[in-house]
């Protein structure tokens, strides 16, 4: 209604200047999504330096601890020929003097070319990319949106096969891991059949199960994994947190019925992937790493040309 | 003024002011709270609350006096009492009669429930909420408030 199809601009935000900020994987369209995923396949591919951003800054602002997303981040810049400055703890930041986010993104705005942004509070993005004066990235806002992660699976999947019409498995904590609410949501724009595969309390919330419906998706719940992975084309594991359990015992009782093992792989498609956005904790048995099917550490591998794109998008 | 004053009149005519007619019943103290009007403010009111309606059962009818409401603050009303109609008085007579339009956007009108929104911190915003079919949908982190407008309300 009134959000625009672009990237992060709101139109209903008098005198805002349109900028290519990248905060929700929702406010990309099914176009830009694809023209990401070809920039960093592009990326992936090409044998010669790159100094594309050359001569840029970009500012990494971490509120929270994150050790891959952020090294990732300076990583992909880095390998563009660009520069990268930023917080080194909350302790030691502006934050701590008690002063707002909108502040800091205003001060920071005029020492960089794009701000990547990590923190605590969900929406935080959003507000940041309403205070910039220069691109704002989402990194992660508390339990909300991380749209790199995103689309480095989809990078990945597409890595495999194409990615119309598949057969996805989404196995594990899907209430309250954000990763597969978003994927969910994304799998739904190339017409994906999503299988859910969840602990009991822990499935995907009725509010995206509903709206993906909605739109044609089909989403199918299964109560036990060995019901469907023999039609599946991609299994996403996630992780279930013991913290959402009364005790270990309950914890570890629940998880086993969640792992993917050898075994459970005895008969399923030659060409399945299997991917994790890592950390793993139990839920891949690492038996399981030395099979055709892991991609985990791929996928992670591919955070570097993905976010190459999203910062020659932003910035380039 | 006549029906109202052979069924024995609750409220004076106003020379100046809004009449908010065909709130729904019980909501006319929340018309207040949405339109900004509180304890503290200086505005002379008068509401009726539970008036038998022929067309809508029971309705609630709110008067303010010198007082003429924009178009934001008689859309806001439109959350709660979406049949409400605006009757701006000029000279004890109606001049302006309109009905209540559900805007696009809420800025500042509701709290976000999620305790871990940016909304809800020290940060220089207003809240900033979309109406959706399905209810109200926080611009900042996505919440989606279905039930109890009213609870939220700033
Ligand atoms: N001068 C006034 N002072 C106070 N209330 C008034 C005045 N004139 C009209 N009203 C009230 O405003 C509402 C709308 O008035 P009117 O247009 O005459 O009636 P209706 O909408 O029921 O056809 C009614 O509730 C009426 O009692
Ligand atoms: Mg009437
Ligand atoms: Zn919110």
Not at chain 1, 270 to 285: S, T, Y
Not at chain 1, 297 to 312: C, D, H, K, T
Not at chain 2, 128 to 141: I, R, T
Request: one cysteine or more.
């Amino acid at each position: 209604m009134c959000r625009n199809g672009t990237a992060g601009l709101l139109l209903f935000r008098g005198g805002c200047i349109p900028m290519n900020h990248i905060i929700s994987i929702r406010d990309l369209s099914r176009t830009e999504i694809d023209h990401l995923i070809d920039e960093a396949s592009c990326i992936q591919s090409s044998a010669s330096i790159d100094q594309s951003l050359k001569g840029k800054i970009l500012a990494l602002l971490f509120f929270e601890p994150s050790t891959r997303t952020r090294m990732s981040f300076e990583a992909a810049m880095a390998r563009m020929g660009g520069t990268s400055i930023g917080l080194d703890s909350v302790e030691a930041s502006s934050m701590a003097k008690g002063e707002t986010l909108a502040d800091t993104i205003r001060v920071v705005s005029g020492y960089a070319d794009a701000i990547v942004l990590r923190h605590p509070k969900e929406g935080s993005a959003r507000l940041a990319s309403e205070f910039a004066s220069i691109p704002v990235i989402n990194a992660g806002d508390g339990a909300g949106q991380h749209p790199s992660q995103t689309l480095l699976d989809l990078y990945t999947i597409r890595q495999s096969m194409p990615l119309d019409g598949i057969s996805v498995g989404l196995l594990g904590d899907l209430r309250y891991g954000r990763t597969a609410h978003s994927l969910a949501y994304a799998l739904s724009l190339y017409g994906a059949t999503l299988h859910t595969i969840s602990p009991k309390g822990l499935e995907l919330p009725g509010s995206i199960t509903d709206e993906l419906s909605k739109k044609g998706t089909g989403i199918v719940e299964h109560r036990d994994i060995s019901e469907i992975i023999e039609t599946l084309d991609v299994l996403y594991v996630t992780r279930i947190q013991r913290e959402r359990f009364p005790d270990s015992a309950s914890y570890f009782k629940v998880a086993s019925g969640y792992r993917v093992t050898p075994e459970l792989l005895g008969s399923v498609r030659k060409n399945l992937i299997v991917l994790h956005p890592l950390p793993r904790l139990d839920e891949i048995d690492p038996r399981v790493d030395q099979l055709p099917y892991a991609q985990y550490f791929e996928q992670s591998r591919n955070g570097i040309p993905v976010r190459m794109a999203m910062l020659r998008k932003v910035m380039g | 003024m006549k029906r109202d004053a052979r069924k024995g009149l609750l409220i004076n005519p106003i020379q100046n002011g809004t009449v908010i007619d065909h709130i729904t019943g019980g909501e006319a103290l929340n018309v207040l709270k949405i339109i900004g009007i509180t304890g503290t403010t200086t505005e002379s009111i008068s509401v009726a609350t539970n008036v038998e309606s022929g067309k809508m059962g029971r309705k609630d009818i709110v008067k303010i006096e010198n007082r003429e409401l924009h178009k934001e603050e008689v859309n806001r009303i439109a959350l709660i009492a979406p049949n409400a109609s605006i009757n701006i008085i000029r000279n004890f007579e109606v001049c302006e009669k309109k009905g209540v339009e559900i805007p696009c956007i809420l800025i500042g009108v509701v709290r976000c429930p999620n305790p871990g929104c940016i909304s809800n911190t020290n940060e220089p915003i207003y809240s900033k909420f979309e109406v959706l079919p399905k209810g109200l949908h926080c611009l900042y982190c996505d919440w989606i408030i279905t039930k109890d407008i009213t609870s939220h309300l700033i």
